[in-house]
């Protein structure tokens, strides 16, 4: 119906009067809407933190499965005398999940800023 925005770095609230002023014919509507208001306010922040945790989420995965990789490439693979291998395999798994979860981290960044923008 209507939205109050909170702008970031000030104090200062857009709240649209034409809802506030029809609410106000009687007791309850204004209430009710100050009330919708608050609700709006508290889910768009809800988002807005979810969108920002999913980025920072992603960016860290997305490191660390890039780390994985350089790590393995960088790790010598060698027999030892009584011919036992000796490579960092585990690392290729670990480097596909990470990078894997850091796609599904910022899908959902995504999804949320989209709803957050149209919100």
């Known amino acids: 119906?209507?939205?109050?925005?909170?702008?970031?770095h000030d104090s200062t609230y857009?709240?649209?009067?034409?809802?506030?002023i029809f609410a106000s014919f009687t007791p309850n509507g204004f209430i009710s809407a100050m009330l919708?208001?608050?609700?709006?306010?508290?889910?768009s922040?809800?988002?807005e933190r979810v969108h920002r945790w999913a980025?920072?989420?992603g960016t860290l995965l997305l490191v660390l499965g890039i780390a994985c990789f350089v790590i393995k490439a960088f790790t010598p693979t060698?027999?030892?005398a009584s011919g036992m291998l000796h490579e960092s395999f585990f690392?290729?798994?670990?480097?596909?999940?990470?990078?894997f979860a850091s796609i599904v981290?910022?899908?959902?960044?995504?999804?949320?800023?989209g709803q957050r923008q149209h919100a």
């Open 1 to 8: 119906m209507f939205s109050m925005e909170h702008h970031r």
């Open 14 to 20: 857009v709240i649209p009067l034409n809802p506030l």
């Open 36 to 43: 919708k208001t608050q609700e709006t306010e508290a889910l």
């Open 45 to 47: 922040m809800g988002k």
């Open 55 to 57: 980025l920072r989420l």
């Open 78 to 80: 060698y027999l030892d």
């Open 91 to 99: 690392l290729l798994p670990l480097g596909f999940a990470g990078l």
């Open 105 to 113: 981290s910022y899908l959902v960044a995504g999804l949320t800023h």
